[in-house]
């Protein structure tokens, strides 16, 4: 995956088109960017998926990256009902073709995708 080794990207956005039913990219953070700014470009009334590239470094002094598939799917009052069946249904399918993926995080509003909670998981 070009994300992961070339270190291109540091986050790609994924959205369902609704006439088409295909998932496509709908944004893609440069290397420089950070997870504030993905969790910034995230909308609040529409579902997406994301894969963000966090760099860290261990308790060992170890530098380390882990890719992690996030599903944002927000809160019932924010979107439709059929949207939201329609990401979790491609959900499982999106997830076999990404290769890499280490952690998954699902979020309904930003306090459940805090920046506390992708260092949580690489602990």
Same mark, same amino acid.
């Given at each position: 995956m070009e994300m992961k080794w070339k270190k291109v990207?540091? $986050?790609? %956005?994924?959205?369902?088109?609704?006439?088409?039913?295909? %998932?496509t990219v709908d944004k893609v953070g440069a290397a420089g960017e950070t997870y504030q700014d993905l969790a910034a470009s995230l909308p609040e009334d529409d579902c997406r998926y994301a894969v963000f590239d966090f760099d860290y470094v261990t308790v060992n002094n170890c530098r380390m990256s882990k890719l992690f598939f996030i599903t944002w799917s927000v809160s019932p009052e924010a979107s439709r009902i059929r949207e939201k069946m329609m990401y979790a249904t491609s959900k499982s399918g999106l997830r076999r073709v990404l290769v890499?993926?280490? $952690?998954e995080l699902q979020a309904t509003d930003p306090t459940e995708m805090g920046f506390d909670k992708i260092q949580d998981r690489t602990k």
């Open positions: 990207h540091r $986050y790609i %956005v994924f959205k369902i088109e609704e006439k088409s039913k295909k %998932v890499g993926i280490h $952690y």
